[in-house]
């Protein structure tokens, strides 16, 4: 866990336990592939080695259940594999670091090339306390993993008690936890084994208490820990606010109000057209309905004989223009004549 990053976890019950399957089923399965391991690792001659390669081998074929990254860390199947590992150096090597260390390489050879991406970061050679902590952890998930199996008829009361004093001495070991992780594990147990069928029937009588005491301290780390969260998801929603792009909505209202200050920019220019229009048409529509109604008003009859005079004096005007022109045309006729008379005289 050291060094790998704040995104580490511990296992929950639910990550221990199909891990756990996921394991016990290939590790059986590995003999075949010894003859493949690298010598470049390791050597294969010197039988003190084959303890550490078999590891190796389970180790990969471990992996290659995952089909991607994303579903490796969605199990926190790095952490699992990871204390199996620490757990054979620590168990049969006295150099346990350097030992350790076989594993990485072996992860970083070109074999490896398609799963060395998934956990070979986050393979290392754990503290002793951080590895004590989920070696005691793990130990509770095992109990209680025997004690809901399905393949009893009848629940193990014995194993749900031990469970529950495992659990119990974890309080006891650790009287001061700093670890807000390692309490949430506690706590998310604590919740899975109390909401147990068989434990909330009390089907294992007084052997097995229906609740599981929890630290006090965990209890002011979490409480902690959550305000520090809610703080820091607020901190992140308003800097999204004030830096969130413009959605399609927004910028749908941004061009209306560019609309309606290009409409405004442009009231100047369309009142000057619009005004003399208004008043021409208030005209026509004036006089239209004054013309409507002269027969019937006194007003009416002066305009009609007005309009009559002026119709004669009109007609009369042409009548006089039509004369002028008779006599225009005469004249012009009887110049010709003239002309034509000289021009055979003179001839």
Do not use: W
């Not at 076989?102 to 754990?126: G, P, Q, T």
């Amino acid at each position: 866990m050291e060094g790998s990053g704040t995104e580490e976890r511990y296992d929950s019950f639910e990550d221990y336990s199909s891990n756990k399957d996921i394991y016990d089923n290939i590790k059986s399965q590995v003999g075949v592939d010894f003859d493949s391991f690298p010598d470049s690792i390791i050597s294969k001659q010197e039988e003190k080695n084959h303890p550490i390669i078999m590891n190796c081998l389970r180790l990969r074929k471990y992996l290659m259940n995952f089909r991607s990254e994303e579903e490796c860390k969605k199990k926190n199947c790095c952490q699992y594999i990871n204390h199996l590992l620490n757990h054979a150096v620590r168990d049969g090597y006295s150099s346990q670091s350097d030992t350790f260390n076989i594993f990485i390489n072996y992860m970083n050879h070109h074999n490896n090339r398609n799963i060395n991406n998934l956990c070979v970061s986050k393979l290392n050679y754990m503290k002793n306390d951080k590895y004590q902590k989920i070696e005691k952890l793990y130990n509770v998930y095992k109990l209680y993993k025997i004690f809901n199996s399905k393949k009893r008829d009848k629940p193990s009361c014995s194993s749900a008690k031990a469970c529950a004093k495992s659990y119990d001495n974890i309080k006891t070991t650790y009287t001061n936890i700093d670890d807000t992780k390692f309490c949430k594990a506690l706590k998310d147990f604590k919740e899975v084994f109390e909401k147990n069928e068989h434990i909330s029937r009390k089907e294992c009588a007084s052997d097995v208490p229906n609740l599981l005491s929890y630290p006090d301290v965990c209890n002011q780390l979490l409480q902690i820990s959550e305000k520090a969260m809610v703080s820091m998801e607020q901190q992140n929603t308003g800097l999204q606010t004030e830096v969130e792009p413009e959605g399609p909505r927004d910028q749908q209202k941004k061009e209306q109000m560019a609309d309606f200050k290009d409409e405004n920019s442009n009231i100047p220019i369309s009142m000057g057209t619009t005004i003399p229009i208004t008043l021409f048409s208030s005209g026509i529509g004036a006089l239209l309905i004054f013309i409507s109604f002269y027969k019937f008003t006194p007003f009416g009859h002066l305009l009609r004989s007005r309009t009559q005079r002026f119709k004669g004096i009109s007609e009369h005007l042409s009548e006089e223009e039509y004369e002028m022109k008779q006599h225009i045309s005469e004249y012009d006729e009887r110049n010709s004549e003239y002309n034509e008379y000289n021009i055979l005289y003179n001839s």
